[in-house]
């Protein structure tokens, strides 16, 4: 890497490699000290490398090496976990170790106990060393060495009398069974991306209800906190866990819309009457009305095929026309509950983190897969070219249920191709190829639904279209008013307080929010009001390209 680019990512890191620095030290000389040296081997290694795929990761990893060393030379011993050796430790308590359950217990509750208690504890017992040895070493006094081995003390008897009580997430450890996000990922991914181990995803859901610290994350979950520590120090600079206070012994909050899956799904029966409603009530008119349009109101796809393009007349009228008062208000109404509660990550993502939690004992006997899943309404654009593209993906979409795979270079392509007349010379071999196996190409005609503007296309240009040829009968729009309270009425008891004003901004307008689409498709394919799509179409299905003529 030349020294430009390294100046470049130095500059980009230095603030993140301080706040990594105060972290750990909680001084700000100190910090100084260590971000100092952090800089220093990170600039060193960034021109010694030729190409850096994750700088952020890159980073991360150098600053903990840094951080290790520094504690490793302050300290002249590796700070190592030791929950797995024995302690020599002689007081009133010792006719209990010689009983070796007892002594696996002791074992395994040192690797909960603080860096710095576990440090003491490892001097005095494992290295002999005398109280005022220690207070030199750790740049501490005596009295405060005195302290920690008293605490230690108690703190480990608390645990040998606590080793009867089962800890559920200790037996039975949770697992995120889906994972998403509401708003903008960023460069490293979403939710998915971060929570790659169950440790991580044990740490979110230990101290979603009650905040927690370190070391009670560490006894919840049976780990010893030296491997919970870099964990929440990764979620917490990412955004996913909140620190609530700056005591040396801080507690966390995690900071997502966590469904617990193993809780019966009580919105499930309101979903089907609102389904029955909606076919009984609006979209009989609106569907007249789109088969008498010579035209298909501006709509297009291969063929005209009407019974295709209701699928995605669905999606849209789910999208746009649930609401209540004026649409500028509702605008500004969701721009501001963004701005409140999307969280800005590192790596510029702006979203509120989803995820579906499940355990084993579920998976295995009771887990069956939801046929009503849904990734909600992808909307992407590409404003050089003033082209907007909206998918949406359910069962009856024959497509993974990712939004990684909807990507927004396909959409350009498919744009050129039709820009140019269906011209596939002005394609490469492999995107002509890629647009084929995805089905938006087939015998060279576009399969997407599309829609052309005679100006710059805008999403107000569909919603304002929709608002123009569907009528919404009152008896509907009071209907979703009593859908938005009782939908939160039933699930707000499930989430902490915290992350309840998330839920009710979402059970607002909720006939709108996608949930409902497959619902909805189920009940018109029973009634016949939708006959069933090819193996071609479900590639296509609930997707538009809108550009200008």
Known sequence: MNKTQADRLILQYQT???????????????AEELAADIISEVYCSFLAAEKINHPSSYVYRIACNVYAKRIQRLTCINIVDISDAVLPYHDDTQEHLEQNETVQQLRSAIGFLSDRQRTIVYLHYYKKMAVA?????????PGTVKWHLSDTRSTLKEELIMTSQTIELNVNPIRFTSMGHDGSAGTTGDTKDMFDTRLKQNIAWSCYFKPHSIEEIARTLG?????IADNVQKLEMYGYLDRLDHSKNPKFRTNMVLLDARIPNQTQPLYLEAAKKLCDQLYPSIFDTFDQSEDNWGFSCDMNDKNFMKYTLVMLCTRYLFYHGDAGKKAEMWREFYR?????RPDGGNFIAHATVNDDCHLSSEHKENSYAFCGYMQR?????????????????DRTMDWRDNRPEDWSMLYRYIADQNDKSVLKPEEYKRLCDKGYLADDKVQIMTYICSEIPTWDHIEQLLHDKCTVPQSILDYS?????????????QYPKHIQPIIRQYCTDALGNGEIIPYVIEEMLYRGMLQPLTAAQKKTVFSILIYQK
């Open 481 to 493: 008013l009593y859908f938005d309270s009782t939908m939160f009425a039933l699930q707000k008891d």
């Open 340 to 344: 409140r509660y999307a969280v800005k």
């Open 381 to 397: 654009d590409d404003t050089d070219l003033g082209i907007l593209n909206e998918q949406y993906n359910c069962r009856f979409a």
């Open 16 to 30: 993140r490699i301080f706040g990594f620095a105060m972290s750990k030290l909680h001084s700000y000389i100190e």
């Open 223 to 227: 780990v010893p906190s030296v491997y």
């Open 133 to 141: 040895e220690i207070a030199k070493v750790l740049g501490i006094s």
